[in-house]
């Protein structure tokens, strides 16, 4: 997204009840990865249902710039012919990652464990972001930051490891970025490197390595936590990957069908892999009707079809370990809050400061420009729900596709319109989220 463009503001208004089928895009996590796995890996790798949106495009292109060959055969479908592991070519252009915080440091990790020096940068967004949470486990590997990199921010150049060393580390936050990183990294080392943590972050790249190939064996550590051990070096064989809809993308259209009186939406091929779904746990025991069937899965990633009906919601506290299951989701959670009757708490949110903005202040501006009581205290979220919002600001989206989608997503129950100053970064992650939402029955202009 160029941060140049002129911003496309859009007003959100009360809307009919939604209703039909959708199917939103492919989930953005695993997009990032096939493509990275892909792009590691000896053979063909073909993945259909690839998120098309400029995070994981930005991905794409930077697999190319390091020399595997990735090409588009369809809608949604794609090829990548790979390098093999700690194959990466010397890239002859700074790999930009735009706005996507996960293609740029999966693939830190991934360069780490190569003989090459490579130039990552992304937009303001992106280089406002900590990166010494990925720097510092990567220079134990042997990479180390040559040029850049003030203040641990990008732009910043990495030079991989010629030798690279495996390790045991330990995750100081619960990040699956920081996890995926090391062991991106450890492919190339000999030996076992090990990741532990101690609240279980998303686990896709741990089941898409196995899928291609790698031992790896996950086992308990504590009590929310696990213990990661990935051989080192093995030969990832290219291997088919299905994407499913993503969970995140579609927490806007599900919360938008509870929110709006009779609404009753279906929404198909839904990830529901356990440690994304800490939002259908919280919306339901905030008394959602979600009911789920069609259950699938592929490749260790579980799928299934959602029916959301329109149902009176009511507060409840959020405990602070479910946050890494539902990170991206508070935004939207904290809207479905708004027209909850009752206080809802969600405790533990210290993550949402450093993702595309900073996001606790950025949902508290939001709900409180709408007219909607919310206060927050250390790490906690407090939002006084009230069963209607009276909606009629304009919220400031601060480069965040997750800020736009829940305030448009407010709107569609407000009583005055909801106005968001710009639209564009909806595109990193949910391109056609304006068209399917209006095909549902949502009122935007
Ligand atoms: O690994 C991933 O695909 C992601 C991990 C999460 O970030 P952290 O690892 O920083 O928690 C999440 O917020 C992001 O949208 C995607
Ligand atoms: C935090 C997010 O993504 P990333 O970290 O990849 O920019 C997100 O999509 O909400």
């Not at 994981?56 to 697999?63: E, I």
């Not at 746990?281 to 789920?292: F, H, K, N, Q």
């Not at 508070?330 to 949110?349: C, D, H, I």
């Not at 979220?381 to 304009?394: A, S, T």
Request: hydrophobic share 45%.
């Amino acid at each position: 997204m160029s941060t140049s463009s002129p911003p496309t503001p859009l007003e959100s208004r009360a809307s009919g009840p939604l209703s039909g089928t959708i199917r939103v895009p492919g989930d953005k996590s695993i997009s990032h990865r096939a493509l990275i796995l892909g792009a590691l890996s000896v053979g063909e790798t073909r993945i259909s249902g690839l998120l098309e949106g400029e995070d994981v495009l930005n991905t794409a292109k930077s697999m190319r710039t390091l020399g595997a060959k990735v090409e588009r055969t369809g809608e949604f479908a794609w090829t990548v012919n790979g390098v093999g592991v700690g194959g990466f070519a010397q890239p002859a252009a700074t790999l930009d990652f735009g706005n996507s915080g996960t293609g740029c440091r999966l693939v830190m990790g991934a360069v780490a464990g190569c003989p090459i020096t490579a130039v990552f940068d992304g937009d303001a967004s992106l280089r406002s972001r900590p990166m010494r949470r990925i720097l510092d486990p990567l220079a134990l590997m042997g990479a180390r930051v040559i040029a850049g990199g003030e203040g641990g921010k990008l732009p910043l150049t990495l030079q991989g490891a010629s030798n690279p060393v495996p390790i045991e580390y330990r995750t100081p936050v619960a990040s699956a970025q920081i996890k995926s990183a090391v062991l991106l990294a450890g492919l190339a080392a000999p030996g076992v490197t090990t990741v532990i943590e101690q609240e279980a972050s998303r686990d896709h790249t741990e089941l898409m390595l196995k899928h291609f190939g790698a031992e790896i064996v996950t086992t308990p550590e504590g009590t929310h936590g696990r213990r990661i051990a990935l051989t080192g070096q093995p030969e990832l064989r290219g291997a088919p990957v299905i994407v499913p809809a993503d969970p995140s993308s579609a927490a806007f259209p599900l919360v938008a069908a509870l929110i709006v009186d009779g609404s009753d939406l279906v929404l198909s091929d839904v990830m529901t892999n356990p440690l994304r779904t800490g939002l259908f746990t919280t919306l339901r025991e905030m008394g959602a009707s979600i009911e789920e069937d069609d259950v699938r899965g592929d490749a260790g990633e579980p799928m299934a079809r959602l029916r959301v009906r329109a149902s009176k919601l009511r507060g409840v506290v959020v405990p602070p370990e479910r946050a890494p299951s539902m990170i991206d989701e508070y935004l939207v959670l904290a809207v479905a809050a708004a027209y909850a009757e009752g206080t809802t708490v969600m405790r533990g949110l210290h993550e949402l400061r450093v993702k595309e903005s900073d996001r606790l202040e950025a949902t508290a501006a939001m709900l409180r420009v709408n007219g909607v009581k919310v206060e927050i205290t250390g790490d906690d979220l407090i939002v006084e729900g009230r069963g209607h919002v009276p909606g009629g600001g304009v919220v400031a989206t601060h480069m965040d596709h997750r800020i736009a989608m829940s305030a448009l997503v407010m709107g569609l129950a407000s009583d005055k319109p909801v106005k968001v100053d710009d639209t564009a970064f909806i595109a990193t992650s949910f391109p056609d989220f304006i068209a399917l939402m209006c095909k549902a029955g949502a009122d935007f202009a």
